[in-house]
Structure formats: C-alpha cells, structure tokens
C-alpha cells in the first residue's frame, strides 16, 4: 500500500493534474471548474491548464452544454485493466466468493489511497443488508472496521496526520488501533450503517505491508448469533489471500 500523503501535504507542481484527476475522480458527481479549483487550492489559470491535458488523454471530460467536468472514457480502460490484470483483484475475488458462500453475507475489499478508504470490490449476500460500501466509492477515513483495519497498518507519520483532522475521533481511535494490530482484527456496530456488524481483518504482503483488507458485513442481530465463525471465516480467508500475495 503507498504510503501516500493526507489530504494537507503540500503537493508537487509536477503532481497537480494527478490531483486535479483524483478530486474528479473521488467526487462522485460532475463538477464546475470553480468548485475544482477551490477544492484543489489553484488559480483557475492552472486548473485551466492542467484540465487540458487531462481531457486530451480523455482521463477527464467536459459537458458539452453544462461545462461540468467528469472522468472520461480512458477511465474505463484503467477499471478494466485493473480488475482484470491486478494480481490482488484475482487472488482475492476467489476467496471473496468462497467467504461469500460459506458466510452467507456480504463481503468487501478495501484499500487506503490519498485520505480516502475505496472499496476495490464487494460481493453482495442473497440475504437482505443495507451497506454503505460499492465498487469504486470512497467510504469514511476514521468510521467502521474497514477504516480502522487499515488505519491500524499506516505509517506513524501519516495517522498522526489523519488524526490531526478528525480531533474528535483522535480521542478514541488510538487505543481501538492498538487492539487491532494485537487481535489482528476489527469489529464495528453501526458505525457506517445503522445495525450493521461489520469484521475487517487487514491482508498483508510478504514484506509485511497491508496491502488492504477484507470485511465481512451482515444485520448486527443476525451477526450476533455466529460472531465468532464470521471472525474466524475472515480472518482465514485474509491469511490465505496474503499467502498467495507472498508467493507472487
């Protein structure tokens, strides 16, 4: 996992446009170049600029009426390659499925990028459940066992970072990372939905790194009766994806 900035480094000159493409890319919705460039901290010339590259390699694209900036079509090229070439998405979705069938819930992967938790991949269970976490969005930094499953693994530097923002949740998480990284999982309630249980067990490579992590999600009453077996369901189905990441 790159040990990647929070949200208030100083970014490079030379990283603007990627930035400028993270904000259009994390946001989930069209956005004017005003709101662009005031989430981006630039004068509107730069925004201008670096808009321009990016809509020629068509990683960003305009509204022809409404001037509003969305991904564009080479977006798709890069999900595509990316789920169908990511050595981690292919090891993974096996056991994604397995856990899936043995459990009877619902199972996501999720990874820390830039200040923000994606969630690479969810399978959905049969069964009913109402969850916050798709394929592709972005989900709370400090909320639900997910979050604190790879907050726990973060460089010092850059928690404290992150900490820094949330002086709320700074309070509290500290002590609740620290129980993560010796049970070598997390358990939330209702943190990111109401009366949902969550577990989230961090996956590491061979050089000891999480790589993301993988949480199983299920009504907290119908949780509640196997919590045991749905830890122990993910923290093997964790251990056997890092075992295959290791032999890579």
Same mark, same amino acid.
């Given at each position: 996992m790159p #040990?990647?900035? *929070?949200?208030?480094?100083?970014?490079?000159?030379?990283?603007?446009?990627?930035? +400028?493409?993270?904000?259009?890319?994390?946001?989930? /919705?069209s956005l004017t170049a005003r709101e662009l460039a005031t989430q981006a901290k630039l004068p509107l010339s730069s925004l201008y600029r670096h808009l321009a590259s990016l809509k020629k390699w068509g990683l960003v694209q305009e509204h022809g009426q409404s001037g509003l900036y969305q991904?564009?079509?080479l977006s798709l090229q890069l999900a595509w390659g990316f789920d169908h070439h /990511?050595?981690?998405?292919? +090891?993974?979705?096996?056991e994604m499925v397995s856990l899936v069938e043995?459990?009877? =819930?619902?199972?996501?992967?999720l990874v820390y990028l830039n200040g923000q938790i994606i969630c690479l991949d969810m399978l959905e269970?049969?069964?009913?459940?109402?969850?916050?976490? *798709?394929?592709?969005?972005? #989900? /709370?930094?400090?909320?639900?066992?997910?979050?604190?499953?790879?907050?726990?693994?973060?460089?010092?530097?850059?928690?404290?970072?992150?900490?820094?923002?949330?002086?709320?949740?700074a309070q509290y998480l500290p002590a609740q990372l620290e129980q993560c990284r010796q049970q070598g999982y997390v358990v939330s309630v209702g943190e990111v939905d109401a009366d949902v249980w969550g577990v989230s067990a961090?996956?590491? *490579?061979?050089?000891?790194?999480? =790589?993301?992590?993988? /949480?199983?999600?299920?009504? #907290?009453?119908?949780?509640?009766?196997?919590?045991? =077996?749905?830890? =122990?369901?993910?923290?093997?189905?964790?251990?056997?994806?890092?075992?295959?990441l290791s032999d890579f």
């Open positions: #040990n990647s900035p *929070s949200s208030s480094s100083v970014i490079p000159t030379g990283e603007r446009a990627l930035q +400028v493409l993270a904000l259009v890319a994390r946001h989930g /919705s991904p564009g079509p /990511s050595y981690l998405m292919q +090891v993974a979705h096996a043995k459990s009877g =819930e619902s199972v996501g992967l269970s049969q069964q009913a459940l109402r969850c916050s976490f *798709s394929k592709g969005r972005a #989900n /709370s930094v400090v909320h639900g066992a997910s979050a604190k499953a790879l907050l726990a693994h973060l460089p010092g530097a850059l928690l404290a970072a992150i900490l820094a923002e949330h002086p709320t949740e961090p996956i590491f *490579s061979s050089k000891k790194r999480v =790589e993301c992590t993988i /949480s199983l999600m299920a009504p #907290n009453a119908r949780a509640q009766l196997r919590e045991p =077996e749905l830890i =122990e369901l993910t923290l093997a189905a964790a251990a056997r994806i890092g075992r295959q």
